[in-house]
């Protein structure tokens, strides 16, 4: 059973960073494609960034230059280094990982709550 587990969430004031952890319990890492979406009260589910196997990231227009994501495969580990926060930021982060081989598996954290607000 592959579990996610997040951290780093909180209140933050406006302009203020967060850096959120997702820890996952799986054997191949490394093959997977980590993710981040958020989600917001009446709002659908939407990605935020997601960095693959070798690397490669890719992010919401949104949170473009703001938003950096990273992995630490030694770790298992992936992070989403927020800066320069918005109240629009304001949601339920998720954590997201996809494995890139067949078996195409996709698992979800349980979220952490990111409320960006003076």
């Known amino acids: 059973q592959v579990r996610l587990v997040e951290s780093g969430g909180g209140l933050v004031q406006p302009g203020g960073s967060l850096r959120l952890s997702c820890a996952a319990s799986?054997?191949?890492?490394?093959?997977?494609?980590m993710g981040w979406y958020r989600q917001a009260p009446g709002n659908q589910r939407e990605l935020v960034a997601f960095i693959t196997s070798g690397g490669s990231t890719s992010y919401a227009d949104s949170v473009k230059g703001r938003f950096t994501i990273s992995r630490d495969n030694a770790n298992n580990t992936v992070h989403l280094q927020m800066n320069s926060l918005t109240p629009e930021d304001t949601a339920v982060y998720y954590c997201n990982a996809l494995r890139e081989l067949i078996p195409r598996l996709r698992y979800w954290g349980q979220g952490t709550q990111v409320t960006v607000s003076s």
């Open positions: 799986v054997t191949d890492f490394n093959i997977y494609t």
